[in-house]
């Protein structure tokens, strides 16, 4: 007989026991069930989870490791729909619940908010809704660490009798819902540990409460996109732990010149953008040494950089587009900043030079100086030391020497959009063998230059071309059929040039096959055409711009194929022949212009198809026959149709003659085979997705001329 050792019998009492203990109590198991059972989409759970009796194997559950306690509820991104139930709050030993990003409604029940355990709920991305002041009755000192409600339909005022009970408190995230009143202090007096308030995306107003600098452990603060209004508190700046302090989109004023603001030593983030600042940056600015971001874009504001920002060694964004800066940008030594990515200095009212310094930002990605008065004679070879160098935009200002512009940034190999257009006035584009590189390129902008010479075969080199801009030069010659070939070129504008010759037939059509996208980094960069009008795009407005050249022959049927085009636009030129059939294929069209041509026969009655029409002019060619009036051509004007002598209709006050009574539908049945249908269908259908982005920008910027800066 050999003696089972006392070692081995405890090991054995252990593993029986743990084998017994192994599970989920009965209450924890259904109290889970019980909460999918009251869902109108359980998005599988049910069926999941029925599978084990162990409701710790379950997915999205964890327990204790004792294996007994339901600790974790992970269920974000599973399709619920339905009310939460109140039997979560069962589970008493519960620390962390997340439901974030289904399509749970109802009210967010109290029996979780009064949990005696739960530390960190999080609710986001839900259609919640309700008024937390419902909360009042909760019963005092709740466990609640971190509280995510975001991005839901909540309403109501964060009142202090409402939240007293939450002493542990260390982050509110309650953005993106409608929450109004004030932002709430009292958080800070309530729970000593209060760290993170966000309330952006609500509809906060009043003034910024003095309160907040009694937040001493305070280290995020985000109210951006309310209503805020006055100025800022110098009690603020008494909340020396903040590291992010962000107001941007809100209606704040006065200066921050004068306020105290060297005291938060730790700010990382400062985003004032998109208030009524006025004044200056203060020079005790340089004493935040670890300022990251610095933006204040979108104000008022006015004087000279002030030299102590080179001592903000930590910089990475400046933002300051869009104010009344002036001076020399040199005032600022750059060299010290060698973390610098961004620095968009759009539209102020600065003069001089680029400053040296910038050159030695070897990290710089993005430099925006268009729209100053700043630059003058020609640009530096220095810039080809910004290897990272990815988005330049230094139009409307007065470089000279387009040629050796060029040739200095085609070893930028980076670079994806170069804006350079309002600069070397009356000079020649450059069309030899000395131009090359750039084959990155996604945007270029030389408009408005006044350039002669021809649409340079360089140009054809940029197999990644997504936008070309060469409007507003002296550009002769026909446009080169290898425009054609540019495989992703979705926005061509070369109006107001001297071009002759036909349209090539196929222009713009080998973008239809490709989904070009550009660099989303660069795009964190929104685009303007002015301060209040920002808009973020991922895809380009399909546009073709023609208009104001003297460009002969026929519309090419092809362009009917373009069928993602939102813009057309080739009035001002000399063209002939009738408006092809093929034009009604452009289900998506926002914009038609042909006026001002020599264009004839009747006016394609399926015209009336293109829902999405909001701009048409067809005046001043030699049009005939009935004008439609069904669809959209209930909307247009007189104006439209103007100065074509053979057209008839009411709106013209014309009426039409007996032999043409109503609108004769020109176009022909036969060639709209099936595949023409299913290609509108697909197109409409398809159009939802990828086109709303670029329809969006095109209302936006209410049918304006496209403009990047
Ligand atoms: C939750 O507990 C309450 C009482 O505290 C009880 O009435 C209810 O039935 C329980 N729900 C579940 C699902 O266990
Ligand atoms: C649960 O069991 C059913 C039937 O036995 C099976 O079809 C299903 O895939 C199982 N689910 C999981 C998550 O194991
Ligand atoms: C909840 O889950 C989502 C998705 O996994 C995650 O992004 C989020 O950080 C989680 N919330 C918390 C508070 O951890
Ligand atoms: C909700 O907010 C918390 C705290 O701010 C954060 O940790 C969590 O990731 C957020 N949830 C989601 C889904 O972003
Ligand atoms: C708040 O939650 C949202 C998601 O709803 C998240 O994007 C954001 O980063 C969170 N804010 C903070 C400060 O954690
Ligand atoms: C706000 O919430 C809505 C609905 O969940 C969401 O679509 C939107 O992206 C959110 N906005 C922000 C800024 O988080
Ligand atoms: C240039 O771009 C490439 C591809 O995006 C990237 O991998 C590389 O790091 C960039 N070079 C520099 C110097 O930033
Ligand atoms: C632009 O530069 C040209 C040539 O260098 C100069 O003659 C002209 O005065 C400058 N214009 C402005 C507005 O600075
Ligand atoms: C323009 O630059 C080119 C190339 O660098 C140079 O050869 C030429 O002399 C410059 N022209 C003027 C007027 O400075
Ligand atoms: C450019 O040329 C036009 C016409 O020749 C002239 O009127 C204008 O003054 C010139 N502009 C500059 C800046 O040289
Ligand atoms: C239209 O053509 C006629 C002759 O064919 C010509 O005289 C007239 O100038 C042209 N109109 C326009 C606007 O080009
Ligand atoms: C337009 O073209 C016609 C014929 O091709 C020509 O007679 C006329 O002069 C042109 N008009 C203009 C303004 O170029």
Known sequence: MSPVGPTTLVMLLLSLISLLAASCTEQERSSLLQSISELSRDGGLSSSWGNASDCCEWEGIACSSDGTTVTDVSLSSRSLQGPISPSLGNLTGLLRLNLSNNMLSGGLPLELLSSKSILVLDVSFNQLDGDMDDLASLAPRQPMQVLNISSNLFTGQFTSTTWKVMVNLVTLN??????????????????????????????????????????????????????????????????????????????????????????????????????????????????LKELEELRLDRNSMSGELPSSLGSCTNLIIIDLKFNNFSGEISKVNFSTLHNL?????????????????????????????????????QLSPRIRNLKSLTFLSIGYNNLTNITNTLQILESCKNLTVL??????????????????????????????????????????????????????????????????????????????????GEIPTTIMLASEKTAAHFDPRIFDLPIYNNPSRQYRIHTVPKTLDLSSNKLTGVIP???????????????????TGPIPPSICNLANLLVLDLSNNNITGEVPAALENLHFLSKLNVSNNDLEGPI??????????????????KLCGSVLGRRCSSTE?????????????????????????????VLYDQMVLYRYFGLEKFVLA
């Open 419 to 500: 804006l350079i257009g309002s600069n070397f006035i009356n000079e020649t584009m450059p069309d030899d063998d000395s131009i090359d590189g750039f084959e990155n390129l996604q945007a270029l902008d030389i408009g408005s230059c006044q350039l002669s010479g021809k649409i340079p075969l360089w140009i054809s080199k940029l197999a990644k071309l997504e936008v070309l801009i060469l409007q507003g030069n002296r550009l002769s010659g026909s446009i080169p059929t290898w425009i054609s070939f540019l495989n992703y070129l979705s926005f061509l504008d070369i109006s107001n040039n001297s071009l002759t």
């Open 661 to 689: 009574v109503g609108p004769v539908s020109i176009v022909d049945r036969k060639p709209f085979g099936s595949k023409v249908i299913f290609a509108i269908a697909f197109g409409v259908f398809f159009g939802v997705g």
């Open 174 to 287: 309650a953005s993106n819902n409608s929450f109004t009143g004030q932002i709430p202090t009292h958080f800070c007096n309530i729970s000593p540990s209060f760290a993170v308030l966000e309330v952006s995306y609500n509809q906060l107003s009043s003034t910024v409460p003095k309160g907040l600098g009694n937040c001493s452990a305070l280290r995020v603060l985000k109210a951006g996109h309310n209503n805020l209004r006055g100025s800022l508190p110098d009690e603020l700046f008494s909340a020396t732990s903040l590291e992010h302090l962000s107001f941007p989109n809100n209606y704040l004023n006065g200066v921050l010149d004068g306020s105290p603001i060297m005291n938060l030593r730790n700010l990382a983030t400062l985003d004032l953008g998109g208030n009524n600042l006025v004044g200056s940056i203060p020079d005790s600015i340089g004493q």
């Open 628 to 645: 439609p009036t069904g669809g959209q051509f209930g909307t247009f004007q007189n104006s439209s149709f103007g100065g074509n002598p």
């Open 557 to 575: 049927s092809d362009i009917g194929q373009v069928t993602s085009l939102l813009s057309l636009n080739i009035s001002f030129n000399n063209l």
């Open 341 to 377: 990515e961004i620095l968009d200095l759009l539209y102020n009212s600065f003069t001089g030079t680029v400053p040296e310094s910038i050159y030695s930002c070897r990290n710089l990605i993005a430099l925006r100086l268009s729209g100053n008065n700043l630059l003058h004679g």
